[in-house]
Structure formats: C-alpha cells, structure tokens
C-alpha cells in the first residue's frame, strides 16, 4: 500500500526558505494522482498549498502561489516543497497528502505531518 513520510528541518528562521522532502512508497510518483502538499494550524486550520501531478505539472493555493515551490525527484520517489521569506505565521503542522481523484479527491493517503516553527 501506498505510503507517504515527510521530512525536513523543525526549525526555520524568519526570511529563510523552509523546504521538506516527502518520500512516497508503494507507488510511482510519475504513474497517476496529484501529489500534494497541506498544513494545518490553529489560525487558518487545514490548508492546502499545492501539488505535483504525476506529469509534472504544477498548483498551487492563490494565496501562497508567489511563496511555494513543488518539485519531484523521480528517481527517489519524492517530491518536496519550499516555502520562502518565512514568517511565525507559517508555523504550522505540514503533511503530504494524496487525495483518490483528481487534484481535489478525497484524501486517502497522509504522511504523518511534521511540525514546523519559524521562529528566531
């Protein structure tokens, strides 16, 4: 079955790129589905932040379009994100998600989420 584990550094300083890796097991990356990428914290609860299909295309949340960046690494399986200029209000628990269908399916695969704090 599939599985999807994120990691990357706990601690970001503000201004700083904060960039995680989320590695995926048990499927190809580059065969089907939008790989993506949500956070969850007290202000904004769940928030989805973009994804990568498996063409390599790809989306991202209007609101932090200008800010996010997903790429892939087809021959580890993984894609990760960067998220720059970071601010305490991007403290959040970060996951990487697979939804069933299309980009906006329900999410039936999840990383386990890592916490993130920007913090000086």
């Known amino acids: 079955q599939v599985q999807l584990q994120e990691s990357g550094p706990g601690l970001v300083k503000p201004l700083q790129t904060l960039s995680l890796t989320c590695t995926v097991s048990g499927g190809s990356i580059t065969t089907n589905y939008y790989w993506s990428w949500i956070r969850q914290s007290p202000g904004k609860g769940l928030e989805w932040m973009g994804a990568?299909?498996?063409?390599?295309?790809?989306y991202y949340s209007p609101s932090l379009r200008s800010r996010t960046s997903i790429s892939r690494d087809t021959s580890k399986n993984q894609f990760t994100l960067q998220l720059s200029s970071v601010t305490p209000e991007d403290t959040a628990v970060y996951f990487c998600a697979r939804p069933n269908t299309g980009l906006t399916g329900w999410y039936d695969y999840w990383g386990q989420g890592t916490q993130v704090t920007v913090s000086s």
């Open positions: 990568i299909a498996y063409s390599g295309s790809t």
